[in-house]
């Protein structure tokens, strides 16, 4: 099996090393993650370096997810942030806001922190009424 990725800056080990990592935290998370509604996008799963939770409910839809950055990572020292976003469609148009907590967390970082982070995410998640969603897009 030939090996692919689209980061520029991970090896083929270290990709492996923090997917190994990522995975772990997902076995945690997902039931956390699903007790509140959110399941694990595994739409391209295997050849990136996140984890992205949908939320699907008749109202709201969302995401809450940790991703690997690239232009902050360099020479091992892998960069991640976590990001929330919740939407709403009326009249052929998609409301939404987004959120990134403020801080850059190391892979190190996560493995003390990805649990509350995410339970935060939650929280701020439920938080978002439909009246904070202002940027809006054209449904087709």
């Not at 090393?17 to 772990?24: E, F, N, P, Q, V």
């Not at 992205?52 to 091992?76: C, Q, R, V, W």
């Not at 919740?86 to 907590?101: A, G």
Request: aromatic share 16%; with cysteine; proline share 1%.
């Amino acid at each position: 099996m030939s090996w692919y990725s689209s980061y520029k800056n991970v090896s083929e080990k270290d990709f492996r090393a923090i997917k190994l990592k990522l995975d772990s935290f997902e076995r945690i998370i997902s039931p956390i993650m699903q007790m509140n509604g959110f399941y694990l996008n595994r739409i391209s799963y295997d050849e990136n370096l996140n984890l992205d939770y949908i939320h699907d409910a008749e109202t709201f839809y969302g995401n809450i997810g940790m991703i690997y950055l690239t232009e902050k990572s360099a020479n091992k020292q892998w960069r991640f942030g976590l990001y929330i976003l919740k939407s709403h469609d009326s009249s052929n148009c998609r409301y939404y806001k987004t959120v990134e907590l403020p801080e850059i967390y190391s892979l190190k970082q996560l493995e003390k922190l990805y649990i509350k982070l995410f339970e935060e995410c939650i929280s701020i998640y439920n938080k978002i009424e439909k009246s904070d969603l202002t940027e809006s897009i054209t449904l087709k």
